[in-house]
């Protein structure tokens, strides 16, 4: 029998320390997905945790939530404010 992991996968940690960090500044999924240059759609992808979120896309949203971008990787929940 193989063992299978419920330790959730990066996409969905990521995922839920994005919408965690949006929605504790009030930030929505039509905010986000401009900010980083993306449909609706396709942002909302990344908001569930189906498609991953580029390098450069962490990037841009640890920028936006003043925070280093190693926040969003982390199983625990993200800080708030400015960490840099």
């Known amino acids: 029998m193989v063992a299978v992991s419920t330790e959730p996968n990066i996409s969905t940690i990521v995922a839920a320390n994005v919408r965690h960090c949006a929605e ?8 986000l997905s401009l ?3 993306l449909g609706e ?3 909302r992808r990344r908001w569930e945790g189906t ?3 580029t390098l ?3 990037a841009r949203v ?3 939530f003043e925070i280093p971008w ?4 982390k ?5 708030k404010g400015n960490r840099r």
Request: a negative charge; proline letters at 6%; hydrophobic letters at 35%.
């Open 24 to 31: 504790s500044r009030g930030l929505t999924v039509s905010d």
């Open 35 to 37: 900010a980083l240059g």
């Open 41 to 43: 759609r396709a942002f």
């Open 51 to 53: 498609t991953p979120y």
């Open 56 to 58: 450069e896309e962490l």
């Open 62 to 64: 640890a920028s936006l």
């Open 70 to 73: 190693s926040e969003l990787a």
């Open 75 to 79: 199983h625990s929940t993200p800080t």
